[in-house]
């Protein structure tokens, strides 16, 4: 949460001081595209690989045999992500045509979207080794940690974003270094946690072992797998960059959706997919059944009520937070209607982090790859058709909540149909309480949003500088709204404060099924 909020902070700042113009287009294309590769080479592939194998160990041989095997696969992973690096720096500019297509007739803005790239690229090789140590970390039930990582690079962007000075394009190009700085600042955090846990770390000689085969086998269709929703985003940015402003509305809109995702989703599906792990190895399909359930219920639960505020109360949500500075009304308008419908796909997206571990911990990454490569077909042809008709930016992020909810039933139905998930009562019954809670709370800020606004801006206006009056606002209608919900959950039976404090508990690991049995 502190993360994310943090993150959150810095898109502020970056609204301000760059706004939604051609440097701030190439800044992002900058800053997603070893982003990108991060989370599908680095962290999807040892979310849905690594962790499961090297679980498996710690859990069967214990933590000399876990340890040697996260030093060849440290050690191979290090090279490769560095040679893929160094090539990387070297056909940026070819690569460049496909990443950001709309500079290609600003000679200037394509060369300076080029050298951003290049110089946040050695990011990939810390957040690689960032992402193994974390899963290592998660492996052994330390969260907390690798969680906290990501709060390094937005405190370095803030702090440049606050105290740098110059033109757009100089601060842009000083936020770039900062990124590939904090980077190696994450790694430093990560190898000290890490070391505190027990983890043994170090470097041999990059070896081909079957372990590494392994994981090999598992972490390449696992990182197309669990970075389809990344694919997706990079395909709809790329394609914006044929409408000037249209990547930074995309980037603005996503990571206004990715709060509720990455404090809700990403996270269930971290602690997730290792609690999986370790009930299906000890014989215990049932409680990895109720595990998924729970999981749902809780992200249902916290991700509803946000996917419905940011569809109500879109225009409000962006004038507080982003409309100051560079950032004027037509990139307000603009940036509501991708949130909007971003937000539309928001419970897909979450779902596909919860169903998802369901595959990796039986060690199955080939079905959600090719789920994957349907769903980024679908973006791609939905998003092109749409862009190039009438709706322009706007079709691209509809055709990505659309392959989103595509994924998301392609891979609840897949495990239900082979007896792997079922729907218990308890969700079945929660489910219908929450959606009354949500729409209770929907209705509540969307009255207030329309009635109630324009005097919560005045009233603010009178004690506050006159910025703060719309962000003054915009906090009482989402307390409003957070209260609303809270008492319409409770009243309807959606939510009850001792079950939140059950799984708020560390659950007892499972009984083997040798004494389960007995």
């Known amino acids: 949460m502190v993360s994310r909020v943090l993150g959150l902070v810095r898109d502020m700042l970056l609204a301000a001081r760059l706004g939604a113009g051609p440097v701030a287009d190439a800044f992002f294309v900058a800053l997603q595209f070893p982003n990108l590769f991060r989370r599908i080479f680095a962290e999807g592939a040892f979310n849905a690989a690594f962790v499961p194998l090297y679980a498996g160990r710690l859990e069967e041989h214990g933590a000399d045999e876990a340890g040697r095997f996260a030093r060849e696969v440290l050690s191979v992973l290090t090279t490769s992500v560095l040679l893929i690096v160094v090539i990387a720096q070297l056909v940026m500019p070819w690569l460049m045509f496909a990443l950001g297509p709309g500079f290609i007739e600003d000679p200037d803005l394509f060369a300076f979207a080029v050298l951003l790239t290049q110089i946040t690229m050695p990011y990939l090789l810390c957040m690689s080794i960032a992402a193994m140590l974390s899963g290592a970390l998660n492996s052994h039930e330390r969260f907390a940690a690798a969680a906290a990582a990501p709060i390094l690079l937005n405190i370095v962007l803030i702090s440049l974003l606050t105290w740098g000075q110059g033109p757009y394009g100089t601060l842009a190009w000083l936020l770039c270094i900062g990124v590939t700085f904090a980077g190696v600042l994450q790694v430093i955090w990560l190898v000290l946690a890490a070391r505190r846990a027990g983890v043994k770390l170090g470097f041999a000689a990059p070896r081909l072992t079957p372990a590494v085969k392994r994981l090999l086998v598992l972490g390449v269709p696992g990182a197309a797998a669990a970075g389809v929703t990344h694919i997706n985003q990079l395909v709809a940015s790329s394609i914006a960059t044929l409408q000037e402003g249209a990547r930074s509305w995309i980037y603005y809109a996503d990571r206004l959706y990715q709060l509720p995702l990455g404090v809700i989703g990403i996270a269930m599906g971290v602690a997730l997919l290792p609690a999986l792990t370790k009930r ?20 249902f639960a916290l991700t509803l009520p946000a996917a419905a505020a940011l569809i109500v109360i879109a225009e409000l949500i962006v004038a507080g937070l982003f409309e100051r500075g560079a950032f004027g009304p037509e990139d307000r308008v603009n940036t509501s209607i ?11 997206f979450v779902m596909i982090k919860v169903f998802s571990p369901g595959f990796f911990a039986r060690e199955d990454t080939v079905t959600p790859m090719k789920f994957a490569a349907i769903s980024v077909a679908v973006n791609l042809v939905v998003g092109v058709v749409l862009f190039f008709g009438p709706m322009k930016f706007a079709g691209l992020a509809l055709a990505t909540s659309l392959a989103g909810w595509l994924n998301a039933i392609l891979l609840a139905g897949t495990l239900m149909r082979r007896g792997q998930y079922q729907i218990d009562r308890r969700l079945a019954d929660r489910l219908p309480r929450i959606l009354g809670a949500v729409a209770v709370m929907a209705a509540c800020i969307w009255a207030l949003d329309q ?62 099924a040798s004494q389960a049995s007995d």
């Not at 299906?280 to 992200?299: F, T």
């Not at 309807?492 to 059950?502: D, H």
């Open 338 to 348: 991708a949130v909007m419908l971003y937000a539309a796909g928001l419970p897909a």
């Open 451 to 512: 009635n109630a606004r324009p005097g919560l801006e005045h009233v603010a206006s009178t004690l506050l500088p006159g910025l703060l009056a719309t962000p003054a606002a915009l906090v009482v209608v989402v307390s409003a709204g957070v209260g609303v919900y809270g008492a319409a959950a409770l009243a309807l039976g959606a939510l009850r404060p001792s079950e939140l404090v059950a799984a708020l508990r560390r659950p007892p690991p499972p009984a083997p």
């Open 280 to 299: 299906l190895r000890a014989g215990a399909p049932e409680e990895a059944n109720a595990g998924v359930n729970r999981a749902l219920e809780i992200s």
